[in-house]
DNA sequence: TATGAATGAGGGTTCATTCAT
DNA sequence: TATGAATGAACCCTCATTCAT
């Protein structure tokens, strides 16, 4: 083993050091605004739950709104992998079929990322324009989604005729209040996702499907 | 007119002038908690919108966050006063009446108090345990309604089987969905009210029915 | 009866009223005062007490530390008034007589106003500069007095060789710290005037007689 | 050296740091609050004369009334000390020889902290429910010690028939009023504490020993 | 004279961020 | 990289006093 390499060894160790860390920190930071909300937590609050010093925190994080909005993206990111599902065109599963699934996977990631969902229901509006332009960009998509395979659905068939923008937004509706119910009932609390699950598909594909 | 009148008089004309200054405040502070958000609005700000001095706004409220209690009290209370419709019994309209009445009647008061709404919407959750607590309660008396309707509705036989608390946030949540997106529209854009409750119901009343 | 009698028939009983009010005022503030203090008694608190209108506390009064002084004047004239007994030269009582006199008159204003002179004790020093310069010369007034009076007893010989300055300290000590016990006592309690006087006077005595 | 040591080192170089630069804004605001007495003491006149910034106060000191509270203490504290000698018992010394040390301490205590004194004196009552209490109980303990020691020298037969709780009244009286008087003296002005507390004890003596 | 709404200077405290060690 | 003392802008609220009616 050369000098190089050992450098190369130091500095990737450090870099994997660094990233735990910092990955550390992020997680504890959930906790506390996910316990406190955003407006009610204090730099302080979260560096003494991670037992680091104040300017820690400023090595890893630019500021406040920073981590936060870090945390905000984690999240919109983890929900947007399950929905992707949503296809048009010839080979594509029928929308019935994307539907369960993708409001399946949408319950799934918010049963496991409650606490992060949690903060996105109660506390990522109304902070920040950065932020506020996220979320807006993040519905906006939900809902171009849901409008695109509603039209599929029409063209083949299987939705009936309707407002496919008003009904959208009532199907994005129901999603977003059923997840903020479930995220902000107690962590420990058991949630029965398949029954959740199904009766907010059975819901919404009678408000769409043809009769 | 004798002393007595004269005095009654003076005094309800202070009242009176006192409530306008005062309504004319929280007119004021409304829209500024609009343009700006909870957070970001400063007594300030109110202050100088409102053309008065500093203490005159204690002279009227206590905090800002009694103003903006205030305000949200309004707007629940215009919400409720057109939702407290929803009866059951056997004298009392059918379901799907009831409910046409009542969404309709919300998107109105929505439409024609757009900016309270957005206030609602964008940032009444996560200030405060007093407020976090009154929308609490606010959406669980919704909640309560519909489930209440629901069950009633399938006693009558118009409603079909379904999860009644599920179903119940999936109505609430379409509302509060179809508010929010209409709330936070331009000030001046049109909204078509018969056509987004007609989608809104029809979209909603073939969810519960009977097929 | 003419004119001109009717009209300082009028301006008498103007001028009597206006007296009035003011001493009522006056009464009301120094029971507020005597409650919570200089600095804790807000002009709301007086005009409250007192049932007038703001404006009209300042039509009879300059300002808060006006009112305070007033009262403070009010009490420093009283004491005076029993100090003022205290005479030299060769036909005046001798020393004992006069201080018996003089002690028992103050602890019995002080008995008599005890309200009073709980703020002249707890509240009347460090608050303004004239008020400060007032007390000060007061007090110093009174020091003046036992000085004289103990000269003036050395030289009839009653009064042992001492240091007349330090001396006149003490006393005015014993006399200040008895008067605060007794006045911040509840102002239902009883004090017993002639046994405390006698007690004060017969210490004081005993250290400034020759033996 | 090892590691341990250094990083004791440093702690310990970080603790004595701090308690010198809190016992420095703490000296600071001593003298701000002997020039201008409690309530015309503003947080920025302590911080300017300091020369530091508003935060820092903050580190140090809880608020206003905290740091104050604390300076009171000391100054009681030291009081303290120098009184605790009254003692009674077989063994103990003569009571005319505590009181004569009792009487040199304290005075030589009130003139090393002149300017705590002069704020105990002028400003110490009637601030806050603390505060006060605080007093009470110091000049309570005071009283107490003196009625014990008066007690002890009449069983001793040094003390003549008196009434213990007056007398210790008038004692404390002449000792708090010597105090007063030379504590607000020019902070330059030299003190015969000799003389003072020699004349101060021979006039309390000669009120309570048997002739 | 009486009223009480209006004023606005002023002060205490918080907390995100910086920086010397 | 890690520390935590220091910073100071920001902001809410109080209350003595004024003034139009």
Redesign the pocket.
């Known amino acids: 083993m050369n000098e190089l390499t050992e450098i190369d060894g130091r500095a990737r160790r450090?870099s994997e050091?660094?990233e735990s860390?910092r990955a550390y920190i992020l997680d504890t930071a959930l906790k506390v605004f996910a316990r406190s909300g955003y407006?009610?937590?204090?730099?302080?609050?979260?560096?003494e739950a991670a037992?680091?010093?104040?300017?820690?925190?400023?090595?890893?994080?630019?500021?406040?709104?920073?981590i936060f909005l870090e945390l905000l993206d984690e999240l919109v990111v983890e929900l947007r992998k399950h929905i992707v599902g949503v296809e048009q065109g010839p080979g594509a599963a029928p929308v019935e079929v994307q539907l369960t699934t993708t409001v399946t996977r949408i319950l799934e990631t918010v049963e496991s990322k409650r606490t992060l969902t949690t903060i996105l229901m109660r506390e990522a509006v109304g902070l920040d324009e950065v932020v506020d332009k996220k979320l807006q960009e993040f519905y906006g998509n939900l809902h171009g989604y849901i409008v695109l395979a509603l039209v599929e659905g029409q063209n083949m068939g299987i939705v009936r005729a309707l407002d496919t923008d008003i009904v959208a937004s009532c199907i994005l509706g129901t999603v977003k209040h059923v997840m903020e119910r479930y995220a902000t009932l107690d962590p420990g609390a058991a949630v029965d996702v398949e029954r959740v699950g199904g009766a907010l598909l059975d819901f919404n594909l009678r408000g769409v499907l043809q009769t």
């Open positions: 450090a050091r660094r860390r407006h009610q937590t204090r730099i302080s609050d979260i560096i037992g680091i010093a104040r300017g820690t925190f400023y090595l890893y994080f630019e500021s406040k709104s920073a």
